[in-house]
Nanobody, 125 residues
Framework: QVQLKESGGGLVQAGGSLRLSCATS????????RGWFRQAPGKEREFIAA???????YYADSVKGRFTISRNNAANTVFLQMNSLKPEDTAVYYC???????????????????WGQGTQVTVSS
């Protein structure tokens, strides 16, 4: 079983930055696809970014150019650097992982088996 734990969320002013981290335990996930989703109040959960073990990277249009996903396989950790934050980025951010490499490029929730419990990001105007 894979356990994911997000950290780094908090309150930040618009234009500021935050860096989310996702620690992994239970199994080595070096070859897993990793990613981030978010869910804002009253909205559906949405894809944000994903990275394969070969470092193919995908971003949602809403965060492209502002957010950067990266991974440290040695530390079994994935990161989300968020710059130029906007109030509409306010949401609970979820770390995800999945072993099915043939699903690379999929941005739907069903393409990710393992989910963290989420970390709150609040951007004030």
């Amino acid at each position: 079983q894979v356990q994911l734990k997000e950290s780094g969320g908090g309150l930040v002013q618009a234009g500021g930055s935050l860096r989310l981290s996702c620690a992994t335990s239970g199994r080595t996930v070096t070859t897993y696809r990793r990613g981030w989703f978010r869910q804002a109040p009253g909205k559906e959960r949405e894809f944000i970014a994903a990275i394969t073990w070969t470092t193919d990277i995908y971003y949602a249009d809403s965060v492209k150019g502002r957010f950067t996903i990266s991974r440290n396989n040695a530390a079994n950790t994935v990161f989300l650097q968020m710059n130029s934050l906007k109030p509409e980025d306010t949401a609970v951010y979820y770390c995800v992982a999945d072993s099915r490499f043939f699903l690379s490029g999929r941005v739907d929730e069903e393409a990710y088996e393992y989910w963290g419990q989420g970390t709150q990001v609040t951007v004030s105007s």
